[in-house]
Structure formats: C-alpha cells, structure tokens
C-alpha cells in the first residue's frame, strides 16, 4: 500500500502538483471571500473591476481577454456586476453592435473599498512566507503560466 500523509492521503497525491495549487487556491479564495465577505465580491468580480478601472470602458470580449475569463465566465460576471449596478452597459458610439461595460459612481466607490480589503487578503495569505519567499512563489507562477499560456489561453479554458 502507498505511503499516506498526514492527511491520510497517498503521497503520490500529496506530492502531486495539482493537488497542491487546488489546495492553494482553495485557501487563497477562502482568505479573500472572508476579507471581502461585507461586499460579496468574488475574486472574479473584483478583478474585471480592477480592469475596468483601468481601461474606464471597453466591450465584453475585451474585457474577457484582458481579465483572462472565458466567455461564459465573462458574460456571469458582468451580468451579476451589472444586476447590481456596478457596472453599465450601453452601446457603442462607433459600432452599434457592440455594447460598452463601464464601471459606474457606486462600482468605483465600491473598488475603492474592495482594494484596500483585497490587499489585506494578499498579506494575510502571504504572512507565512518571508519577502524572498514571497517573491519567489510570484515569479515561480508567472513563469509557470507564462510557459504554457500561448498553448492554453484564458479564454478557452473554461472553468
């Protein structure tokens, strides 16, 4: 019988990769729903905000490529943004076949409050790890996404 970890699972599962980020990222997003919990933004959400923040406005595929969703998670998004009214929807000026998402008054007063929180989650997720180890992982996952991104871009993969 394989050798168990202390969690009573095989060592080939504890040792495997993908069990280890799914862990990661279990962790990660529970740190952040629990310091943005008073404003019940996802981390998806917030993260097309913080895009939108930066662009003012843009069309939904682009907002999708930018913010590295597929179209299906895009377009959940920017509904459940939009029913709340954080961001508007309205058509192209220039096309008016596509249709502008923009943040609004109430969604940039909320992203200013969601980012002061959300820093809070990174450091609280960090706070194990020294600064050199901090910026090792970064870097470690940059190079890790950036190696295999032009094979599986954001949006294909669905999630």
């Known amino acids: 019988m394989p050798k168990s970890g202390t969690n009573g699972l095989p060592a080939s599962v504890n040792e495997h990769a993908m069990f280890a980020i799914r862990r990661a990222h279990q962790v990660g ?4 729903s ?3 919990a008073e404003h ?3 981390s998806a959400q917030y993260f097309v905000m ?5 662009l003012r406005s843009t069309s939904q595929n682009e907002l999708g490529r930018l913010a590295h969703m597929d179209r299906c998670t895009i377009s959940m998004v920017v509904r459940n943004l939009k029913t709340r009214k954080i961001v508007g929807v309205r058509p192209d000026l ?5 249709a502008v998402i923009e943040l609004t008054a109430q969604g940039r007063e909320l992203l200013g409050d969601a980012m002061r929180l959300s820093a809070r989650a990174h ?3 960090f706070s194990v790890l020294t600064d ?4 090792q992982l970064m870097r470690t996952l940059k ?3 950036g190696a295999h991104a032009a094979q599986f871009p954001a949006e294909r993969l669905a999630w």
């Open 29 to 32: 997003s529970a740190i952040f």
């Open 132 to 135: 050199a180890e901090r910026r």
């Open 143 to 145: 190079k890790l996404v």
């Open 50 to 54: 913080c895009v939108l923040q930066n």
């Open 123 to 125: 450091w609280a997720l």
């Open 34 to 36: 629990s310091h943005l």
């Open 94 to 98: 220039h096309d008016g076949r596509k």
């Open 40 to 42: 019940n933004l996802t």
